[in-house]
C-alpha cells in the first residue's frame, strides 16, 4: 500500500515503509478483531457504523463474490510466480500471527494453525513471559488474543458456549468484547494484543524467527 501525502511504500503485514521518503518508519498496530461474522459483530456491538467504499457510477461494493477465491483454492504463495518456503507448515495453512514485546526490549513472534482450534476454541499459552489467551471461533471466525493477567493476577481459562469462556476464579467473559459478564471481576476488560488471520507462508516470510504452538 501508498501514502497519498509521499507515495512513501508500506508493508500491510509489518506496517513498515519499505520504499520512498518514509522508509524505515512505523504505523502502529492496533488491537482488533481480524475478522469476524457480521452478525456475531452486530449482536455484541449493535450501534456499529459501516464503512461502505463507493465504486464507479456511485454503486457500493459488490461483496457478493471473493475476487480472489481462484488464489485462496490454488499453492501459489505470493505474487508474479514469487516462491517461498518454510516447510514447518503447509504455505496455505492459515495460522493466528501474534507478536508481544518482553519486558526485556525484545519482540517474540508465534504462529497458531487453526487446526488447534478444531474442537475448542481457547489457547492459554505464555510467550516471551508474557501470559496469553488465543480465542478463534472455527463458525463466526471470530479471533482475539488477549492478555491472561487480570489485577495482577494470571488466570487459566475455559470455553463455555460460543464466544465466553471462564477463568479459573469463576468469572465468566466475553470474547467478543473481552468483558466480564459475571463472577468477581464483572464489569473488568481483558486487555487485547495486535493478532493477524494470515497464511503461513506470509507470517514466515516477514518473521523467519516466528515459533508455531505445538
Do not use: C
Not at 516462491?83 to 514447518?88: F, G, V
Amino acid at each position: 500500500m501508498y501514502d497519498h501525502q509521499t507515495r512513501s511504500l508500506w508493508s500491510h503485514i509489518t506496517g513498515e515503509a519499505i520504499q520512498g521518503p518514509l522508509t524505515g518508519r512505523q504505523l502502529k498496530p492496533l488491537a482488533s478483531m481480524p475478522q469476524i461474522a457480521w452478525k456475531t459483530w452486530q449482536r455484541n456491538y449493535p450501534r456499529t457504523r459501516v464503512l461502505s467504499v463507493p465504486t464507479g457510477g456511485g454503486m457500493r461494493e459488490n461483496r457478493s463474490q471473493d475476487v480472489y477465491a481462484d488464489y485462496h483454492a490454488s499453492q501459489r504463495a505470493g505474487v508474479s510466480g514469487m516462491e517461498y518456503t518454510d516447510d514447518r507448515l503447509p504455505n496455505k495453512s492459515l495460522v493466528i500471527g501474534v507478536q508481544v514485546q518482553t519486558e526485556d526490549g525484545n519482540t517474540q513472534f508465534r504462529a497458531y494453525p487453526l487446526t488447534h482450534f478444531a474442537e475448542t476454541a481457547i489457547v492459554n499459552d505464555i510467550l516471551g513471559e508474557v501470559p496469553l489467551l488465543i480465542f478463534h471461533d472455527k463458525a463466526s471466525f471470530a479471533t482475539a488474543v488477549f492478555m491472561r493477567d487480570v489485577a495482577g493476577e494470571v488466570r487459566t481459562f475455559s470455553p463455555k458456549d460460543r464466544h465466553f469462556a471462564e477463568d479459573n476464579t469463576g468469572t465468566r467473559w466475553n470474547l467478543i468484547t473481552g468483558e466480564a459478564i459475571s463472577g468477581k471481576d464483572n464489569g473488568a476488560r481483558l486487555e487485547r494484543l495486535p493478532a493477524v488471520n494470515i497464511y503461513w507462508f506470509a507470517w514466515a516470510r516477514y518473521h523467519p524467527e516466528t515459533s508455531i504452538y505445538r
